[in-house]
């Protein structure tokens, strides 16, 4: 069950909030099909990058775990 493995983890999506905790807006940016990254803003969906994301200070990034 708990195998040693060479395991890593890679960084697929993040949430970014601006305002404050009484009101703001959040964004998500997620990587899709071919490592592409984009930025998701209500009805709005436009291409990004890692970096970006990396600029926005996100507060939740979820990862995706791959095995060796």
């Given at each position: 069950?708990?195998?040693k493995r060479n395991?890593?983890?890679l960084i697929h999506a993040g949430i970014?909030?601006?305002?404050?905790?009484?009101?703001g807006h959040y964004v998500?940016?997620?990587k899709r099909a071919?490592?592409?990254?984009?930025?998701f803003s209500d009805s709005n969906v436009k291409p990004a990058?890692?970096?970006s994301l990396r600029?926005?200070?996100?507060y939740v990034l979820m990862y995706r775990k791959k095995v060796y």
């Open positions: 069950l708990f195998e395991l890593h983890l970014v909030h601006s305002g404050s905790s009484k009101g998500a940016y997620t071919y490592n592409k990254w984009y930025y990058s890692l970096n600029d926005m200070n996100p």
